[in-house]
């Protein structure tokens, strides 16, 4: 897909949750990689945190960060999975005005082509709260990595064509 170098770049502030019960900022790596690649592209990152698996704290802190004009994007990474403790994508459907289910179908086809059909217990999920876009990405580093470089390096690059999501943000919350 290509990007047109004669427009200006416009980076966005986006705000990383890493949702586990046992990463911390000293073993956060899919977190790192998540910052260490927005930032390489030329983003900020506007806010991170480390949030347990329980529904109610994931969903006040993506409430949080909605309703923070100095954040375009939040990005989660981990409780995507299909076990007890995976809700992020529970937490989600609890903030959501809009899903954006290609999101997921398009994760999974990149990470098919990684893992094979254990794809298929990824619960990859995006959508849009407030003018607010969310993507939730499984938490594995290599699972942040497909997401990035296949999906949003692109779709977050206001210079990607034939459209992207930043092209649409003046939009978001027309009535």
Request: net charge negative.
């Amino acid at each position: 897909m290509p990007i047109d170098e004669s427009l200006a770049f416009l980076p966005l502030n986006i705000a990383v949750a890493t949702v586990s019960d046992s990463r911390n900022a000293g073993n956060d790596t899919s977190g790192n990689t998540l910052v260490a690649r927005l930032e390489a592209a030329g983003h900020r990152l506007a806010a991170r945190a480390i949030i347990r698996d329980e529904v109610p704290a994931l969903v006040a802190q993506m409430n949080a960060w909605i309703d923070d004009a100095g954040v375009d994007v939040i990005i989660t990474t981990g409780g995507t999975g299909v076990t007890g403790r995976d809700v992020t994508p529970e937490a989600l459907d609890q903030v959501a005005e809009k899903l954006i289910p290609g999101f997921g179908e398009l994760f999974r086809w990149l990470s098919f082509q990684t893992i094979g059909t254990s794809t298929i217990q990824s619960r990859a999920c995006a959508g849009l709260s407030r003018g607010t876009y969310i993507f939730c990405l499984p938490g594995s580093t290599g699972a942040v990595k497909d997401g990035w470089d296949g999906i949003l390096a692109t779709q977050l690059d206001a210079r990607h064509r034939p459209c992207n999501f930043v092209d649409l943000i003046p939009r978001l919350q027309e009535r």
